[in-house]
Every structure is written in C-alpha cells, then in structure tokens.
C-alpha cells in the first residue's frame, strides 16, 4: 500500500486533468479507508477529542503562518508564488478535499492503521510518514523546491499528523492540522500577490 500510495501521488494523479483530480483522490481516500476497515473517529466522543487538538494546532499555525507575511523573504516568495485562475476552488474545494481529505484518509488512517498492524504504532507511524514524503517528490520538482528537503519536511509532517490522530483517536485531528498548514499558504500567497498589485 505505501509504494501504490507513493506511485499514485508522484506520478499518476498529478497528470490526472485538474477538474477531476480532487474526486478522483478523495473516492481513492475514502476506498483505501473502507478497504483497510480503518477507524476515523469522526463521530463523538472522538470527534470532540479530535476537534479540540485539532484547533489547539491549527490556531498557532495560522497565526505563524499569517506573521510570517511581515517578513521579506517570505512575502518575495510569496509574491512569486503560481497560484490557481480559480482561487475560490482552490480554497474551498481542492485544499479540503482533494488535498486534505485524500491524503489524510489514505496516509494516516488507511495506511497508518495498515501499518500499525503489521510493524506496531512506532514502525507503522515512521512507514506511513516515509511514504508521505516520498509521495511529495514530484510536487518539489514542479515547484522547483530541494526534492530532500521536501522529502524530509513533509515526511516530519506526517509524523506530527499521525500522533494527532493516535492521540486524539480522531482523524478530525490531523485534518484540521493539515488544513491550517495549506490553506493559511494558500490565503496568505493570495493576499500577498493582491497587495503587490
């Protein structure tokens, strides 16, 4: 499952046309969860647990992320960034749940629960977190980003995703998380390009 997950993301879903690649992940997501009986935890009392980690790091990560605006570098890098013509999509739809949804449903709950089976929680977690960062190497390269650090970065992410979900018992958690992470990205590229116009 780790090399079909790392095969499908790095090379065949980003040639997939970009009006269907966000279903297409998401139905991939929703399958490999009802393949692996993998537990979501997205009904109470979990999703309270998974809701309230969830927002405790999403808070700080948007505001880091909003604060960083203030410095040069980043607001140039952000300044240069290729964003979508349909940016309402893009927020409201690809992030959450061509993104989000697909990679945490496949990654950390089909995958991690896979995983956990067969290694136990620390093996499970390092194999489903090396995947995700191997799943990035063809986002690196379209981006022009260092293909180890990416590999790294995102691969710690996974990590960091993974122990929300085993804490919280939720995947509401690592979600939240990991949508905090890409949409505030995304909402403070948009705003720094509209500003320099």
Do not use: C, K, Y
Request: charge should be positive.
């Amino acid at each position: 499952m780790a090399a079909w997950l790392i095969g499908w993301h790095g090379m065949v879903s980003p040639r997939l046309p970009e009006r269907v690649r966000p279903l297409v992940n998401a139905a991939l997501g929703a399958g490999l969860v009802m393949a692996a009986r993998a537990p979501l935890g997205l009904r109470p009392p979990q999703l309270w647990a998974g809701l309230s980690l969830g927002l405790a790091v999403a808070a700080p990560v948007i505001i880091g992320v909003g604060g960083s605006t203030g410095a040069s570098p980043v607001r140039s890098a952000m300044a240069v960034r290729d964003l979508p013509a349909a940016q309402a999509s893009w927020l409201g739809f690809r992030i959450p749940v061509g993104t989000v949804w697909s990679e945490e449903a496949a990654f950390r709950a089909a995958l991690g629960t896979v995983a956990a089976d067969a290694f136990g929680p620390t093996g499970g977690r390092l194999l489903q977190a090396l995947a995700f960062g191997l799943s990035h190497v063809d986002d690196a390269r379209g981006a022009g980003e260092p293909v180890i650090g990416t590999i790294v970065a995102t691969g710690a992410a996974g990590w960091f995703f993974a122990l929300l979900h085993e804490r919280s018992g939720s995947l509401a958690a690592p979600m939240l998380a990991h949508l905090a992470i890409n949409g505030a990205g995304a909402v403070a590229a948009i705003g720094v390009q509209r500003l320099a116009l």
